[in-house]
């Protein structure tokens, strides 16, 4: 079992991304912290916490962090997301409050505790853990892996050029890139071919509580469902990686992070043709989705049973 950090924003494709991990059995969530993005800090470590109550992993740490970028003015998603951050997901308030600290110590230490042994999942702006890397370079050291959800080889969605969580904080997505560790970076290329269509809702709708209180309101409040076409699910398929890395086509490349450039901030510069430079990263380019449906489908399945005999 495969034990994971996840560093995240929620956000609905967060929300269905921690499902995701919750659910799988090859994966343990061995902590949560939570960035400014999606929606400002107070809302997303909100919905973090509402989401362990609600899914039944009340002794995990869920640890707020960032409000909001390195040096530049925060930007949201709430335009996407909607107000709360999970659309029209309809969750009960948590009672539980969250853990002591904060994020970026959080990191550091959970990574210190085990070194080699922890999987950190980056699914929002990379804030955290560029302060992580600052406050202890060896981190890249001690994460067993690094795994981000953003970025781009071609285009992105905040803007022409720039993906979301790199557009947030170009800055320390460039720490983080520079920092001697090889970033797994699933990005656009990969996670617009998981699109929520209408066959893919009508399975969440036989899912019970799970299915009508979250998966499917996320869903449908996330963008147009149709038979062919829907909002892509664009974290979980980072935690899909993590579970099964053959969904996912990766390939090695050098990539640089954007920060000055007026039209280009945040653009992920992706460079396959490494010319004798060693790679920094492995760069996803391509997605199984029939397999990542049967494999999200099938583990939201078992976490709405659960929830049934729960409940």
């Not at 230490?109 to 950190?120: M, N, V």
């Not at 520079?178 to 699109?195: K, Q, Y």
Request: charged share 20%.
């Amino acid at each position: 079992m495969k034990q994971v950090l996840i560093d995240c924003d929620p956000g609905i494709d967060d929300a269905l991304a921690i499902v995701l991990a919750h659910g799988s059995p090859a994966l343990e969530i061995v902590g949560i912290t939570t960035v400014g993005g999606n929606v400002p800090l107070e809302r997303t470590t909100g919905n973090a916490l509402a989401l362990r109550e609600y899914l039944g992993f009340p002794k995990i740490p869920v640890v707020p962090g960032c409000a909001g970028p390195l040096l530049r003015a925060p930007i949201d998603a709430a335009d996407v997301h909607g107000h709360s951050g999970l659309g029209d997901a309809r969750l009960p308030p948590p009672a539980l409050p969250p853990s002591p600290g904060h994020a970026v110590d959080h990191i550091v230490d959970t990574l210190r505790g085990a070194p080699g042994e922890i999987t950190l999942v980056a699914i929002g702006p990379l804030t955290n853990v560029a302060l992580a890397v600052r406050r202890e370079p060896r981190v890249v050291e001690w994460a067993r892996e690094l795994v981000i959800l953003g970025g781009s080889w071609t285009r992105g969605n905040k803007t022409p050029a720039a993906e979301f969580n790199m557009a947030a904080d170009p800055e320390a997505a460039a720490i983080v890139f520079a920092a001697g560790w090889t970033v797994t970076m699933i990005g656009l290329d990969v996670t617009r071919s998981a699109l929520a269509t209408g066959a893919v809702v009508d399975r969440m709708r036989t899912m019970g509580p799970l299915g009508a209180d979250l998966l499917v309101p996320c869903v449908e409040s996330y963008g147009m469902v149709t038979a062919d076409e829907g909002p892509a699910v664009h974290d979980a398929c980072a935690v899909a990686y993590l579970i099964d890395p053959s969904l996912v086509r990766v390939e090695p490349a050098v990539v640089e992070i954007e920060t000055a450039g007026r039209l280009t901030s945040g653009m992920s510069v992706v460079d396959f043709d490494l010319a004798g430079r060693t790679p920094n990263a492995l760069v996803g380019t391509s997605l199984d989705a029939p397999r990542f449906w049967e494999l999200v489908l099938a583990t939201y399945a078992e976490v709405a049973a659960g929830l049934r005999r729960t409940g």
